[in-house]
């Protein structure tokens, strides 16, 4: 009776093939089969353009050159440097008359007459244009919460300015504020006695950086809006009752019951918000197209790219505008979610 040996290289294969046709191979192969499109379109149109913005920012790429991209002068730092040395990038100087000026007066003087710069610009649109879309959205979902009649259809036509198409909605707004006695918030003022001559609302600094914060809240509140509804209507009664049968009144009820429950979906919401209005390219082109001290970092990215042709600037303000919001995403995740799964 003869017996077979088998060698450990021999059983090693054998376990090999036998955990590549195991039923979790094939559904892990399955699954990567499956992932395999959407990977390749996130490569191609997400990871691949940034890597090669990132490249781009390194080295001189105009639109002499921009044929052999790859075969560029590589210049190191000097984009960021231009960038940042740019006039449109940082504040310009103080306006005249700032030290013979009183508090007021020179409040007025950086509001209409000091260039912020386009970061300094982002900053103040991104903070406080989400500070009034969450305040917005705050105030419409408590409004919303309370049973009454037309609920139902009042949800949906707050939803109208959210969903709306961007660039109707944009000229809209245009129509309203056009400097012509045509426009409609000239023509109520005329009419009103309240001007004497038609005003150029988006054409005068400051007014204009207010009223596309103003456009920004109200285009986008439906959307923080939903997300506190939702967590509106999933608090729990018995802590009103509560709160109720202790004496306390609509608004003590609000502030020690309400808003703790809703205190980490408004910082998510604050974040989220942030780091998309910061982002924001297409409202303030459509309604300034960045002129009157309006002009962000998206906007100044474009202008450098397409008006100057000088790629490796643009890219190097897209990366700016990238470490920027960079940091808002890691505030977020050390803030907001580590919170979140405290809870």
């Known amino acids: 009776m003869s017996t077979v040996t088998t060698t450990p ?4 294969k054998k376990r090999k093939k036998s955990r590549w046709h195991s039923q979790s191979a094939r559904e892990a192969r399955l699954a990567w089969l499956l992932i395999l499109p959407t990977a390749l379109i996130v490569f191609g149109l ?20 921009l044929n052999d991209v790859f075969n560029t002068q590589f210049v190191g730092f000097k984009n960021y440097q231009s960038v940042i040395n740019d006039f449109a990038f940082k504040p310009g100087p103080l306006p005249l008359g ?22 300094a610009t982002s900053i103040i649109y991104s903070f406080v244009s ?18 009454f009649r037309g ?6 036509t707050f939803l109208f300015a959210y969903i709306a198409p961007i660039v109707g909605v944009a000229f809209v707004w245009r129509w309203i504020l056009d400097p012509r006695p045509s426009g409609v918030l000239n023509d109520v003022l005329l009419n009103l006695g309240l001007i004497d001559a038609p005003v150029a609302f988006l054409a005068t600094r400051g007014l204009a950086l207010l009223l596309v914060i103003l456009f ?13 509804l939702a967590r509106l209507q999933a608090i729990d009664a018995t802590l009103y009752e509560a709160a109720e049968v202790d004496g306390a009144n609509t608004w003590q009820k609000f502030w020690n019951v ?17 780091i998309w209005t910061f982002n924001k390219f297409d409202d303030i082109f459509l309604l300034t197209g960045g002129g009157f001290g309006t002009k962000v970092l998206p906007i100044l990215t474009v202008e450098f790219s397409f008006k100057l042709r000088d790629f490796g600037k643009g890219a190097a303000t897209g990366m700016i505008l990238l470490a920027i919001l960079a940091v808002f995403l890691l505030v977020y995740i050390s803030t907001v979610m580590r919170n979140t799964e405290d809870v």
Do not use: C, D
Request: no cysteine.
């Open 9 to 12: 290289s021999s059983s090693a």
């Open 46 to 65: 997400v990871i691949f353009p940034a890597i090669f913005s990132i490249w781009i920012s390194f080295h001189k790429v105009g639109l002499e050159n």
């Open 98 to 119: 700032w030290e013979e000026a009183n508090l007021l007066q020179k409040f007025w003087l950086l509001l209409t007459k000091w260039s912020w710069g386009a970061a």
């Open 130 to 147: 989400t500070a009034f879309t969450v305040f917005l959205g705050l105030i419409a979902a408590l409004l919303l919460n309370r049973p």
């Open 151 to 156: 609920r139902g259809l009042s949800r949906t």
């Open 216 to 228: 920004t809240g109200w285009r986008y509140f439906p959307f923080v809006m939903l997300m506190v």
């Open 258 to 274: 309400t808003l703790p429950e809703l205190r980490y979906v408004l910082g998510a919401l604050f974040l989220l918000r942030l």
